[in-house]
C-alpha cells in the first residue's frame, strides 16, 4: 500500500448524502501510528459554516471555492455557539490517506465510519471522535514535483492528497509514478479534524460584478524571458477538465476544473490540437500557477492587472516565441498551507486562485500570512505544455 498526506475538501454534494455522510451513532474504536500521525498537516482556512451536528461534533463548512467540507472537530463546540451563516477561520489537520491502490472498479463510492481515539497522539486526544472514509475514487489531478493528487469522489468531493514514498521505495509498492488523470484508485483515510475555529466579524465580502478574468491583454508585443531558476520552481501537473474557451491560434485556452472554477492557460506552443474543441473534456499538462513576488498589502480593495508577454527564449519545455501571461493587484489570502507553499487567493472577480510560491522570496511572507490577510502579488499564470482528450 501506498500511504499519502495531507488532505482537504473531503466533500458532500446533496442534502441525502451529507446527512447519511455526517450522522453515525455507533463509533468504532482504532488507533494510528506516530508514523501516520506526523504526516499530518495543519492548513488555515476561511469559509462559511452550512450546517452544525453539535452531538456529533462536526460542522460543515463551505470553502472559498464554493465545496462543502465536513469537519470533525477536535475541540469543545458549545462555547462556540456556531449557526449556518457564520463565517470562520478554521485551524485543521488535513486528512490523512493510510491506504491507497489501484482499483479495478468501473464506478465510484464512498464509506464513512467514526472512530473514538483511544490514546493521545499529539493533538488528536484520547475520546477524540474522528471520521474515516474509504472508497473508490478517480484522479483529476496529479503533480509529479510535489507527488500531489487530486481525486473526486462519487458525492462531488475532491480530495487533495500528499503522497509519501513508501518505506522501502524498492519494494515496488510506490503507485504515485505511474497514476495518471483518469485512474481510479481505492483509498482509505482520516477525515479533516478541527483543532481551532476563530469567528470572523466582517460579512462575506461579494464577488466583483459580473465581468470576468479577461482572457487575453492587449497586444502581446513586449518580449521578455524568464529567469531559468524559476523553472526549478515550477510544479508539473496534469488535471482533466472541460473546454471552455480554447483558441489555440492566440495560444490561450479556458478551463473548468473539477473543482467548479476556471483555470486561465496559456499555450507553450508546439501542442498538438487537432481535433480539439470547446467543449471537450481534455487532460491537459500544465506548468502550474507560480508566485514570483508577494507582499502583505495595506489595501482594503481587490484588483488585477493582466499583461501577455512572448518569451524570447526556451524556458524548459516552453519554446521561445510562446506567450506567458502575468498577472499582478492585490487579493485576499483565503488558504495557507506553510508544508507545501501553497496559497490561495480571492482575487477581484470573484476567483480563487491556487498558487505555488517560490521558496526564497523576500521575508518568507507565507510564514507571515494568515486568512484574511490582503497581499499584493506578481505571478506567472499557468502553462499548457500538452493536451489530450480525456479517455
Not at 107 to 122: A, N, Q
Not at 194 to 202: E, G, H, K, M, N
Not at 283 to 297: A, E, N, P, T
Amino acid at each position: 500500500m501506498t500511504r499519502c498526506s495531507g488532505i482537504s475538501r473531503v466533500l458532500a454534494a446533496g442534502a441525502a448524502a451529507v446527512v447519511s455522510a455526517l450522522a453515525f451513532d455507533m463509533p468504532s474504536r482504532a488507533g494510528f501510528t506516530p508514523e501516520q500521525l506526523a504526516g499530518f498537516e495543519v492548513t488555515h482556512l476561511r469559509g462559511e459554516v452550512n450546517a452544525v451536528l453539535s452531538k456529533q461534533k462536526v460542522i460543515e463548512v463551505i470553502d472559498p471555492e464554493g465545496h462543502l467540507e465536513i469537519v470533525t472537530v477536535g475541540i469543545d463546540m458549545a462555547p462556540l455557539q456556531l449557526r449556518k451563516g457564520d463565517r470562520v477561520d478554521v485551524s485543521l489537520l488535513d486528512g490523512l490517506v493510510v491506504d491507497l491502490e489501484r482499483s479495478r472498479a468501473t464506478t465510484l463510492s464512498f464509506d464513512r465510519e467514526d472512530i473514538i481515539m483511544p490514546m493521545d497522539m499529539g493533538p488528536l486526544k484520547k475520546g477524540m471522535r474522528v471520521a474515516l472514509a474509504s472508497g473508490t475514487a478517480r484522479v483529476v489531478k496529479v503533480s509529479a514535483t510535489d507527488r500531489s493528487l487530486s481525486l473526486m469522489g462519487p458525492l462531488g468531493g475532491i480530495h487533495n492528497l500528499d503522497v509519501v514514498m513508501p518505506g522501502d521505495a524498492s519494494s515496488g509498492d510506490d503507485l504515485f509514478p505511474a497514476l495518471q488523470a483518469g485512474d481510479l484508485v481505492e483509498f482509505r483515510l482520516i477525515q479533516p479534524v478541527a483543532v481551532r475555529i476563530d469567528r470572523v466579524a466582517t460579512a462575506a465580502p461579494k464577488a466583483g460584478a459580473s465581468t470576468s478574468q479577461p482572457l487575453l491583454s492587449g497586444a502581446a508585443d513586449r518580449r521578455t524571458s524568464l529567469k531559468a531558476e524559476l523553472l526549478e520552481a515550477f510544479e508539473l501537473s496534469q488535471v482533466q477538465g472541460t473546454l471552455l474557451q480554447f483558441k489555440p491560434d492566440q495560444q490561450v485556452m479556458e478551463l473548468k476544473s473539477p473543482y467548479g472554477h476556471t483555470l486561465l492557460i496559456t499555450m507553450g506552443g508546439g501542442l498538438k490540437t487537432a481535433g480539439v474543441r470547446n467543449g471537450d473534456e481534455v487532460i491537459v499538462d500544465i506548468l502550474d500557477g507560480l508566485v514570483v513576488d508577494l507582499s502583505k498589502s495595506s489595501a482594503s480593495s481587490l484588483s488585477f492587472t493582466r499583461e501577455d508577454v512572448i518569451l524570447s527564449e526556451d524556458f524548459g519545455e516552453v519554446r521561445k516565441g510562446a506567450r506567458v501571461a502575468m498577472g499582478s493587484g492585490t487579493a485576499e489570502v483565503v488558504k495557507v498551507s506553510e508544508k507545501d507553499h501553497e496559497l490561495s487567493l480571492r482575487g477581484p472577480f470573484g476567483g480563487i486562485h491556487n498558487l505555488d510560491v517560490r521558496p526564497g522570496l523576500n521575508g518568507d511572507p507565507l510564514a507571515q500570512l494568515k486568512v484574511g490577510d490582503f497581499v499584493s502579488f506578481r505571478s506567472i499564470q499557468p502553462i499548457a505544455i500538452g493536451i489530450q482528450p480525456a479517455g
